[in-house]
């Protein structure tokens, strides 16, 4: 199974720019599928951004053209730059690894989380 590890959580002003950062290990990085989600204080987890092992993208329509999932295979990591970040966008964000062919979310990898937090 993966292990996760993220990074790039903080403070930022509203406007404000924010890369996330999450280093996997433990799996063949290129066979799984990537995703961002969020969970802010009273609200349920939701799912920001996915990129699969093809490169392609989905965003949460909040998000989207502020948003960008990347990945780097070779570094076996996955990226979410936060540009024109908004108040709304704090929460918790977590990364979560899948195998491109799972059927169900039962092996699914989560990291930590990362505290991000929009405020001026």
């Known amino acids: 199974q993966a292990q996760l590890m993220e990074s790039g959580g903080g403070l930022v002003q509203p406007g404000g720019s924010l890369r996330l950062s999450c280093a996997a290990s433990?799996?063949?990085?290129?066979?799984?599928?990537m995703s961002w989600y969020r969970q802010a204080p009273g609200n349920s987890r939701e799912l920001v951004a996915w990129i699969d092992r093809r490169s392609q993208t989905r965003y949460l329509a909040s998000v989207k053209g502020r948003f960008t999932i990347s990945r780097d295979n070779g570094a076996n990591t996955a990226f979410l730059q936060m540009n024109n970040m908004k108040t709304e966008d704090t929460a918790v964000y977590y990364c979560k690894a899948r195998h491109w062919s799972a059927m169900t979310d039962r092996a699914d990898s989560w990291g930590q989380g990362t505290q991000v937090t929009v405020s001026s």
């Open positions: 433990g799996i063949l990085f290129s066979n799984y599928d």
